[in-house]
């Protein structure tokens, strides 16, 4: 498959080169004959040859060349290298005729064939009906290379699914009768169905199996492989599941071990064994580490301080490219882009090695252009305001780098190329950025289960890449929209939402939002609406934090239930109430993954103030800081420890009940019912809650299967009534133990605690099982 997919690409590569060529020819001739530089295109057409199976607006759209604009013969490169990129024409011809004292640009393209249907061949195990459907075709639609190359691997990831690890999909194209459609026909070998029993490995002294176990993804069959998918076999996997186990060696001073890879042993019912025969080698430490070459920009008393691989180390393969990593990033931060770093590995007598890095410097270079291709939605401007570099700045390979994590980290591209490439000027270097363009709108719907809030449906809508000045289109303006609707037995929930995140051009977000909720889940004696919205301001402080300030106005109504006594503290919470709050927020958060941290941390301080001069019906003071910290253990067991504080001020009068602080449920001490746990009211004896509060919360998780991890936990936490009263002589505390589940239709918290420690023997009701499932993280 991939030769063929290969030649394609070069073929089209091929096309590309030929039709620049003709493109500036055109240009050339053109100014030759009637010299139309410059002069403005009045119009723009679009001829077929051949049968029509592109529309003319998707053809007009991966232009840059518009009426109205001068003409160029450099951009008419650009569109024919954007036209036969597509994958939606064959062939293209621009000329140009005289109008008036500007000139019409023709562009005469040969379309490629529509897709009259789709048919098999070889197939045995699944139906011609399923398979059409696996390959996301949709007839009409154009027979590109990237469309029939997306088809082969749907039918070989579908056929991977079902334990066919060697399928191997070919295809031809078949005229037919209709002018301008032809078939496809996909050639199917399915090879043999085979899944993992065992993975063995043989040879290995050092490291125990599981162990080595651990750093693959291939796995084991399970119990749960309907679910998880395990006992699979991926080919491709499996061969970097090889350099994986050999890198986990490698890493820990087996410079020289080696395997012929993993083989297939049959066992019995169609699975097979996975063994990996291992010669180990010898441990090498590090005798000594030098540099070599005409240094002239940095000495080697500047470099070695920044290695992490020193003499008397253990050798490590990963250290060692981090080391050649980071000396090229010194010199590619000085303009040296063409710096190279080649490790001179010899042996130093028994089990040790000296490692020499041999350094060729180059010359240093400027920033030439900045070409962007590829955003087709997404305005230039989006892109290049997360370029750090600027054509005459010093070139640094280290912001060539920084470019393309700012612009995978926007998640609006499936891929990203940012790459220097040598300029026409000598002395520079040109910065081409490439994207490949992904749908970043999402519109989901279902249901949600919670022990708190019962059975909860939702829909949200979301654009990540949302233009509000594009009344038509509402893409490409690097805006993020969001609507929220989430109803259900206990609460209700309404949000609308804008952030632009470069407000003034620079990096500092503006967003806004609507909101309204209701809850009646929140106690037996009351029900809470709130109703309001809010704008903030955030702002960057390095890559790991951000400080934000909030200005907010709600209306809050609590409608006390009919039969609770007069002379309950609840009566005075009754009513309708205004909150205008500013807020001031610190974020840090160097955590690994958002979904399942392993290393890190999080820390999350701010403080409230509520203005009673702004309209209010209080003076209050919020300060809260919470924060986790991750560790990875051993057998990718992952430690984490939590907590937070939280501490109201009132100066008139009583703190409202919508900002007292309450523990209790699935976020904090799980043994206890949600908001069971403070100070309670002595007419009714249900929770009022306090001033203060404060916990704690320690678990330790541990993989079950691939996707499953079962976890023990202990919460502790106290509420105290009156503010600044951290006093944690009366404080509750639970233990119990919990399962993680990341399933394809979402992620599942299950777990079961039970009380320990509890002052007020109300809120001691025995175990308590809480869950949720929600598809966002």
């Not at 028994?350 to 997404?378: D, L, M, W």
């Not at 290049?384 to 600027?390: A, F, G």
């Not at 709600?554 to 009566?571: A, M, T, W």
């Not at 249900?686 to 916990?695: E, F, L, P, R, T």
Request: glycine content about 10%; cysteine-free; overall charge neutral.
């Amino acid at each position: 498959m991939h030769d063929l997919m290969t030649k394609s690409i070069a073929l089209s590569r091929l096309r590309i080169a030929l039709m620049s060529v003709l493109a500036l020819m055109l240009g050339l001739s053109i100014a030759g004959a009637q010299d139309f530089t410059d002069k403005k295109i009045n119009s723009v057409q679009v001829r077929y040859k051949g049968a029509k199976t592109v529309d003319e607006a998707r053809i007009r759209n991966l232009m840059s060349v518009k009426a109205g604009q001068k003409f160029s013969a450099e951009k008419l490169d650009d569109d024919i290298r954007s036209l036969v990129e597509s994958g939606l024409v064959d062939d293209v011809k621009m000329s140009g005729e005289g109008s008036g004292a500007g000139m019409t640009l023709i562009v005469e393209v040969v379309t490629r064939p529509a897709l009259a249907g789709v048919g098999f061949a070889g197939n045995v195990n699944f139906t011609d009906k399923k398979l059409a459907k696996e390959t996301k075709l949709k007839p009409g639609a154009p027979l590109s290379d990237a469309a029939i190359y997306d088809a082969r691997k749907n039918i070989e990831k579908y056929y991977l699914g079902y334990g066919y690890p060697d399928v191997v999909v070919s295809h031809r194209i078949q005229s037919t009768n209709r002018k301008g459609y032809s078939d496809l026909i996909l050639t199917i070998d399915e090879g043999a169905q085979t899944e993992v029993r065992h993975i063995k490995f043989r040879g290995n002294n050092a490291y125990k199996s599981h162990v080595l176990q651990g750093e693959m993804e291939t796995k084991e069959k399970g119990l749960l492989s309907f679910l998880t998918k395990s006992g699979r076999i991926d080919v491709t996997k499996l061969d970097e599941d090889e350099d994986r186990v050999l890198d986990y060696y490698r890493n820990r001073g087996y410079l020289r071990v080696a395997s012929s890879g993993f083989r297939r042993e049959a066992d019995k019912k169609g699975k097979v064994n996975l063994v990996m025969d291992i010669n180990e080698g010898i441990k090498y430490t590090i005798g000594q580490i030098a540099f070599a070459g005409p240094m002239k920009v940095f000495s080697s008393a500047e470099l070695s301080p920044v290695l992490t691989l020193n003499a008397s180390d253990g050798f490590s393969s990963k250290k060692m490219r981090k080391d050649i990593r980071t000396i090229r990033s010194y010199y590619g931060s000085r303009g040296y882009a063409d710096a190279r770093v080649d490790p001179d590995i010899r042996d130093a007598g028994p089990s040790q090695v000296n490692i020499t890095y041999r350094i060729t410097e180059g010359k240093p270079y400027k920033v030439g252009r900045v070409t962007i291709e590829g955003n087709n939605k997404t305005k230039d401007r989006v892109i290049r305001r997360e370029v750090p570099l600027k054509p005459g700045d010093n070139f640094n390979s280290v912001d060539v780098e920084t470019t393309r994590q700012r612009l995978e980290g926007l998640n609006y591209f499936s891929n990203v190329v940012a790459e220097g490439s040598p300029s026409s000027q000598d002395g520079y270097r040109d910065i081409n950025i490439i994207v490949d363009e992904k749908n970043t709108g999402q519109l989901s719907f279902g249901l949600g289960f919670s022990s708190i809030d019962s059975i909860v449906g939702y829909i949200n809508v979301e654009e990540t890449n949302f233009d509000i000045s594009n009344p038509w289109g509402f893409r490409g303006g690097g805006q993020r929209f969001g609507l929220n609707l989430r109803a259900g037995s206990e609460t209700q929930d309404f949000k609308i939402s804008l952030t632009e995140p470069w407000f003034l051009g620079q990096r500092l977000s503006l967003g806004t939002e609507l909101f309204y909720r209701g809850a009646q889940n929140l106690s037996d004696q009351y029900d809470q609406r709130n109703v309001g919205g809010a704008i903030f301001l955030r702002k960057p402080l390095g890559k790991r934090s951000y400080l934000s300030v909030d200005l907010r106005y709600e209306k809050i109504r609590v409608d006390v239930e009919s039969d609770v006594p007069n002379d309950s503290l609840f009566q005075q919470f009754d009513g309708k109430f205004t909150r205008p709050a500013l807020g001031l927020n610190y974020v840090y958060d160097s955590r690994n993954s958002l979904q399942t941290p392993r290393k890190g941390h999080k820390i999350d301080t701010g403080i409230t103030s509520v203005f009673e001069a702004l309209g209010g019906d209080s003076d209050s003071f919020i300060f809260n800081v919470s924060g986790a910290k991750y560790w990875n253990l051993w057998f990718d067991s992952i430690l984490e420890l939590g907590g937070s504080v939280d501490m109201v001020e009132t100066s008139s009068g009583v703190t409202p009940i919508y900002d007292r602080q309450f523990l209790g449920g699935a976020r904090n001490l799980r043994g206890f019912e949600y908001r069971d746990v403070g100070p309670r009211d002595p007419a009714t004896g249900d929770v009022i809650g306090g001033d203060s509060a404060g916990y704690a919360t320690v678990e330790w998780s541990f993989p079950l299967v691939s996707t499953v991890r079962g976890a023990f936990f202990y919460d502790a936490g106290f509420v105290n009534l009156d503010s600044f009263d951290f006093d944690i002589s009366d404080y509750y505390s639970d233990a119990g133990f919990g399962i993680r589940m990341n399933l394809p239709f979402g992620p599942i918290a299950l777990d079961y605690a039970f009380p320990l420690e509890s002052p007020d023997p109300t809120a001691d009701k025995g175990g308590q099982f809480n869950f949720y499932v929600d598809y966002e993280f």
